[in-house]
């Protein structure tokens, strides 16, 4: 339970959870547990929407964390859930803070890194 009303974020729906669950459903989502092949292809076909952002496509984002390419979605608190088909990997983290006095991208690409070593 939240003292913070997360409804306000606009179409998140208020949803809480922690990076196990995202992982499930990221991984659900890419083994069609709860889509078919066709409904993921539509989501997966990313395209530039705008300056200085990554490709988006049907409510998945498509960016790259240590040179491999992943599909996912950011959160609004620092959060974020992604796959790497290419390494059949999940990545998910929670930076929880506004505005961390690191890079996060940077952070996370180090981790990634030091983890595959």
């Known amino acids: 339970m939240t003292g913070i009303n997360t409804s306000f974020d606009w179409a998140g729906g208020g ?9 499930i459903f990221i991984k659900s989502l890419f083994d069609l547990k709860l889509i078919n092949q066709t409904s993921l292809d539509q989501m997966t076909d990313v395209k530039f929407t705008k300056e200085h952002e990554n490709r988006y496509g049907l409510g998945i984002y498509e960016s790259t964390y240590n040179g491999e390419t992943y599909y996912g979605h950011y959160g609004f608190y620092g959060s974020y859930m992604g796959y790497c088909p290419k390494r059949n990997m999940v990545l998910s983290y929670c930076i929880s803070q506004a505005e961390p ?12 890194e030091l983890l595959s070593n």
Do not use: C
């Open 15 to 23: 949803l809480v959870s922690n990076n196990h669950d995202l992982a």
């Open 101 to 112: 006095e690191l890079n996060v991208y940077s952070f996370i690409n180090k981790a990634i």
